[in-house]
């Protein structure tokens, strides 16, 4: 099933909080919502599912116009964060409650076996019996993904489900639940404000500010073209050097790079620490600079440097790395991005 966001808006006492968003879901993907607290994902997802409804603008579900049909007959599974089970039912118990109300009518049998079914679907096969409170918070939400499924939704909606994991749990939910979306195609919506997470899991990335879609496109066109300086900050790491455009060159000390296009002025060059490299002293094509810190980590070491501009620069070295604190060398840029502020 596909969906088709229309220019929805939604107004929460006089402002915005979703502003426009046009959006199309191709059938059987999984798309993220990405964008930090308060950026309107939320109010899009309960939109989507029927539990809020748009000031302007409309959802279409396929060919049919789903913007006021109340969210029982929309049928969408949602998993929230903090959507929690029933404590005092069983696994099956709460993965049977909304079969109970499908129609037509499913025998007793044939919820039993269905249940069964999901519960291996989402790996925790024979543990109908127990109580949520008998197993952990990874285990509950998967339990809760089993609770959406058992309706037979078509779009499914997860609002931030993995968010009060903590982060090993999270990386194995998300394989997981990648492999589970490739078994059953469902058309799927994944909000969240953790890029790592998006970039992993979605096949498109939407990225949000302020209510309205600032890019989206695949991880690897997100990351590597951002298409402004908000999107490449929010994406990953970036040191933020000032530089001066002059004749479509941009003037960074003694160093002049090709900035094709850009009007001359004032502007921001970004780089991501991978993409800059810790050379010797008399680099020609480098900017001098002094190493102040070192972080070894267990992939890189970080060089944290001061530049002859004045700047602080951070680094990635690769483990071997002998440097130390203090040597004097030059940074080099191979990868960047200039916007103007
Ligand atoms: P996100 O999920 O991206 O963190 P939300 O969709 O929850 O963002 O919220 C977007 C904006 O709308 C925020 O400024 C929030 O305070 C506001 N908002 C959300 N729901 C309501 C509501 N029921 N009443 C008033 N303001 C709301
Ligand atoms: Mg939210």
Redesign the pocket.
Known sequence: MNIHLDGIHRI??G?A??NGVTLDIGSGKLVALL??????????LRMVAGLDFPDKGSIRFGEEDATNIPVAKRGVGFVFQHYALFPHMTLAENIAFGMEALKPRRSKAEIAARVEELLGLVRLPGLGRRFPAQISGGQRQRVALARALAVEPRVLLL?EPFGALDAAVRRDLRRWLREIHDDLGITTIF?T?DQEEALDLADEVVI?SE?RIVQSGTPREVTRRPGSAFVLNFLGDANRLPVEIRGGGAFLGPLNLAAPGLADGPAALYARPRDIAWSGPLDPNGLPARIERILDRPDSRRLVVLAATGETVELDATPDDESRPGDAGSIRLHRWQIFKD
């Open positions: 929460f006492e402002a909080a979703v964008g930090p607290s308060g950026s309107g994902k939320t109010t899009i609002d909000v404000h949000l209510g």
